[in-house]
């Protein structure tokens, strides 16, 4: 089997998953990016406090995103099995 069989196989035919795993890269980003300033900032107890609400809700937002995605994924094996 060639690589390329392979990687048509492994694709996502659906675009809605793409744009999910976007959105879940994104997240990880913002996320990621206020980690990196709370770990720098070492005085300021209050920005820290907004910091960590801010990962909280960034937290939020990535389980929504995964909860989205098994969800989808779990609608299409469903309908993958209906169709064998």
Do not use: W, Y
Not at 4 to 30: H, Y
Not at 40 to 50: F, G, I, P, Q, Y
Not at 57 to 84: M, P, R, S, V, Y
């Amino acid at each position: 089997m060639k690589f390329n069989t392979i990687f048509q196989f492994l694709v996502p035919k659906d675009s809605k998953f793409i744009s999910l795993f976007e959105k879940g890269a994104e997240n990880l980003v913002k996320t990621s990016g206020l980690l990196k300033e709370l770990v720098l900032v070492t005085d300021d107890v209050n920005k820290r406090n907004e910091m960590i609400k801010g990962i909280k809700e960034f937290e939020k937002c990535g389980d929504e995103i995964t909860h989205t995605i098994f969800d989808e994924l779990t609608h299409l094996a469903a309908k993958n099995q209906k169709n064998c």
